[in-house]
Nanobody, 122 residues
Framework: VQLQASGGGLVQAGGSLRLSCVAS????????MGWFRQAPGKEREFVGA????????SYVDSVEGRFTISRDNAKNTAYLQMNSLKPEDTAVYYC????????????????WGQGTLVTVSS
């Protein structure tokens, strides 16, 4: 499985961005997808994840109610809609696929995208 993340950029606080993660290879609709982020000097942080069918999601408390993860299995694509962005959301965002354990632990994922930078200005 190969993952290609895109959609990052510079946005003002309070603004919105939508990240996309396109997968190729093994059947996209058969595994959960996760989103993580890593700010400069900080550890990789779980943002949220979605199950294989798209009817269950989980988020870290700091983004709950502001971020929404979805997926379109017909397009082999997962999305991270980010609203009400804050400067502390600034990070490189990564998509990950096929967790074999706890969704919130990055080492449980088998496949990773290259990351896309999100910068939120105050």
């Amino acid at each position: 499985v190969q993952l290609q993340a895109s959609g990052g950029g510079l946005v003002q606080a309070g603004g919105s961005l939508r990240l996309s993660c396109v997968a190729s290879g093994r059947a996209f609709g058969s595994y959960p997808m996760g989103w993580f982020r890593q700010a400069p000097g900080k550890e990789r942080e779980f943002v949220g994840a979605i199950n294989w069918s798209g009817d269950y999601t989980s988020y870290v408390d700091s983004v709950e109610g502001r971020f929404t993860i979805s997926r379109d299995n017909a397009k082999n694509t997962a999305y991270l809609q980010m609203n009400s962005l804050k400067p502390e959301d600034t990070a490189v965002y990564y998509c990950a696929a096929d967790s074999r354990g706890s969704w919130s632990i990055w080492t449980t994922y088998n496949y990773w995208g290259q990351g896309t930078l999100v910068t939120v200005s105050s």
